[in-house]
């Protein structure tokens, strides 16, 4: 394991998915966040074999409906003063709004421009989101 | 209470609401002349995005029926969406003028969106192939109707359960009775979708079987509901033509099922239907159009506030 020093005020994101790490790493846009960042990847994991994980040595604003969509196994470390003060469990919100964009080409969402893509989740167990319009479960994360 | 509420999606109203939905559907039709004047001074607008004659006439004889006014168009062209209107802002617009709105939209979920825009109760007449409420109400009444129930029952739907939103609506409207059972024909290509199948069917544990062997399955169906593939809803020519044919009802496989099969279909029926089987007693599918006139007179009543329910 690669020793990374401890992070004095911030945020350790951890249990990623391998290889889902670099998708929150570009979403929060810590490429071009001016704050010192550690991006570890395919770190040894006893419940997951392999995970990605984040150190970010600030607190960020980040919402955590969109990293639950991204992967809801996560566990968001919040560190004040380098001590752990809180652990958050991400679970998936029940409904979520210009987060899952709807890829249904017969949805009215693809001609009514002005009004909010919202999905509803309809199996928790499996993470599946379905349009609330159309009830496609086919939307994909707007990462912009 | 039904009063000023949107019907959008088959399961917007109670079973038990439906239930007096229904009684006062057959008082109407026992005697139509008792209700001629209940929604006088009330507008319905009419608003076609999509070609239909059925059920657009349909809505409009239940209104006129009930001596209420219609006003509306039958096709996109003569709307403003043609100039570029949003939806949002057409039903904003109309539901300024309309007690309420029966809307068919090519787009699916254009009824909800049209709901959260609206002043006045929105009626799905189709979104697509999403979802045709009152098709629903039309069917689960024709149903009570001819079986005398509308539980317990082995239900068949054969033909274009893909895209037909008939099926969806109607095979959501029927998981809310108990003991109903459901055996779903089509070729693989046209199964019903998964929001239907997993997420009604298997989430509620309902008894459901998907096939493509229609004649082994026949003795088994109280209730066969017939459906066209439709082209309009293909994108490629060569799929419509390639399964348009798939299954064909006619004299001969009518010998194989029970005697009191009661045979519907939203129509129009292209070939899936032998004109032969009309002439059998079992086929109830000209019955159910008129149930869908006094279906959607007891809908507006109710939505309408004019009549309790």
């Known amino acids: 394991?690669?020793?990374?020093?401890?992070?004095?005020?911030?945020?350790?994101?951890?249990?990623?998915?391998?290889?889902?790490?670099?998708?929150?790493?570009?979403?929060?846009?810590?490429?071009?966040?001016?704050?010192?960042?550690?991006?570890?990847?395919?770190?040894?994991?006893?419940?997951?074999?392999?995970?990605?994980?984040?150190?970010?040595?600030?607190?960020?604003?980040?919402?955590?409906?969109?990293?639950?969509?991204?992967?809801?196994?996560?566990?968001?470390?919040?560190?004040?003063?380098?001590?752990?003060?809180?652990?958050?469990?991400?679970?998936?919100p029940e409904r979520v709004e210009n987060v899952l964009v709807c890829k249904n080409p017969r949805c009215v969402t693809q001609v009514e421009k002005s009004v909010p893509h919202i999905f509803v989740l309809s199996d928790r167990k499996n993470g599946v989101y379905r349009c609330e319009y159309c009830d496609e479960a086919r939307g994909e994360i707007d990462l912009r | 209470m039904l009063k000023g509420r949107h019907l959008v999606g088959p399961r917007d109203f109670s079973v038990d609401e439906l239930e007096e939905l229904f009684k006062l559907a057959k008082r109407m039709e026992e005697e139509p002349r008792e209700w001629i004047d209940v929604a006088k001074g009330k507008v319905l607008a009419s608003l076609f995005f999509e070609p239909s004659t059925r059920t657009r006439l349909s809505f409009e004889a239940a209104m006129l029926r009930l001596g209420g006014a219609v006003i509306g168009f039958a096709e996109p062209g003569s709307s403003s969406t043609a100039k570029g209107e949003s939806l949002a802002d057409t039903i904003r617009t109309v539901s300024a003028y309309a007690d309420i709105i029966a809307m068919r939209n090519p787009k699916e979920g254009a009824a909800l969106l049209a709901s959260r825009f609206s002043t006045a109760p929105v009626i799905n007449g189709?979104?697509?192939?999403?979802?045709?409420?009152?098709?629903?109400?039309?069917?689960?009444?024709?149903?009570?109707?001819?079986?005398?129930?509308?539980?317990?029952?082995?239900?068949?739907?054969?033909?274009?359960?893909?895209?037909?939103?008939?099926?969806?609506?109607?095979?959501?409207?029927?998981?809310?009775?108990?003991?109903?059972?459901?055996?779903?024909?089509?070729p693989p290509e046209l199964r019903v979708p998964d929001f239907i199948t997993k997420e009604v069917f298997e989430k509620e544990g309902i008894d459901y079987v998907e096939t493509d062997d229609f004649e082994k399955v026949l003795p088994e169906l109280d209730v066969l509901y017939m459906t066209r593939v439709q082209k309009e809803r293909f994108f490629n020519e060569e799929d419509y033509l390639r399964l348009k044919d798939s299954f064909i009802l006619d004299g001969a496989k009518m010998r194989l099922a029970k005697t009191d099969l009661s045979v519907l279909h939203p129509l129009p029926r292209v070939n899936e239907i032998a004109v032969e089987v009309d002439s059998d007693p079992r086929a109830a599918y000209f019955a159910q159009v008129r149930y869908g006139m006094f279906a959607r007179m007891a809908l507006f009543a109710s939505v309408l506030g004019v009549v309790p329910c």
């Open chain 2, 126 to 186: 189709g979104d697509g192939g999403h979802h045709h409420p009152t098709q629903t109400l039309t069917d689960l009444l024709a149903i009570r109707n001819l079986k005398g129930r509308t539980e317990g029952l082995t239900i068949g739907f054969c033909g274009d359960l893909k895209f037909g939103r008939t099926v969806h609506s109607l095979a959501q409207g029927l998981a809310r009775y108990p003991g109903n059972r459901f055996i779903l024909v089509s």
């Open chain 1, 1 to 92: 394991m690669l020793n990374i020093a401890k992070i004095r005020n911030g945020l350790v994101i951890d249990h990623i998915k391998a290889g889902q790490g670099i998708r929150i790493f570009n979403w929060l846009g810590l490429d071009k966040a001016g704050i010192p960042v550690a991006f570890i990847v395919n770190a040894p994991s006893k419940a997951m074999g392999r995970k990605d994980m984040l150190k970010i040595d600030e607190t960020i604003a980040v919402d955590f409906a969109v990293l639950g969509l991204i992967d809801h196994n996560i566990t968001v470390n919040v560190i004040e003063n380098e001590v752990l003060t809180e652990k958050i469990h991400i679970t998936l």
